[in-house]
């Protein structure tokens, strides 16, 4: 263990494994994890994610839900099939009950909202067990979760407008012209 993972606080085997589709926010994310100590690997998708877990067992694992191969939850049982006691923090930007909790009983201690910032993932990362995280400095406003929930049902109902409308219980017209609009802050 050097003495700046001491410092951070982290375990001698401080391995992450970072793996999301958007490269930009990948490798942000994995510079700021290396400078508080972690060492980082970045996977873009499923199957590369994998093949880096088979290689090294990470101890700990920042996962995106939606990659372009696939879901991160595949990632999330491969990694826990490989090693059991990686600590896997799941992130994505369609944030909602379901998914949030499909990914802890997949085995994601914590669920993060998009966009994380490198301290929120820290904290998920390195929190205690049975341990509350804090509230995030930064919560989507009630549009954006509004927002983000019928862009997931949009997104279930295969982007048929008619179906997602009829099971939001909206007017197809309504829904047209949200679906029209960029994302809320």
């Avoid at 391995?15 to 942000?28: A, H, K, N, Y």
């Avoid at 690997?41 to 088979?54: F, N, P, S, T, Y």
């Amino acid at each position: 263990m050097t003495d700046e993972t001491a410092a951070a606080g982290l375990p001698a085997d401080a391995s992450l494994l970072i793996v999301d589709d958007d490269e930009p926010f990948r490798i942000r994310l994995g510079r700021a994890m290396e400078k508080r100590g972690f060492q980082t690997m970045l996977a873009a998708g499923v199957g590369e994610a994998v093949k880096m877990a088979r290689a090294a067992p990470p101890a700990f694992a920042v996962v995106d839900l939606r990659l372009e191969d696939g879901d991160g939850l595949e990632v999330v049982n491969a990694i826990h099939d490989i090693r059991e006691d990686c600590r896997v923090v799941m992130l994505t930007g369609y944030g909602n009950i379901a998914t949030a909790v499909a990914a802890v009983k997949a085995g994601a201690l914590d669920y993060l909202a998009k966009p994380a910032d490198a301290n929120d993932v820290e904290k998920a990362l390195l929190a205690r067990e049975g341990s509350r995280p804090e509230p995030p400095e930064n919560p989507m406003s009630a549009d954006r979760v509004r927002w983000e929930h019928i862009q997931r049902v949009y997104e279930l109902c295969d982007h048929n407008v008619s179906e997602t409308a009829r099971r939001l219980g909206m007017h197809r017209r309504t829904l047209q012209r949200i679906l029209a609009k960029r994302a809320p802050k």
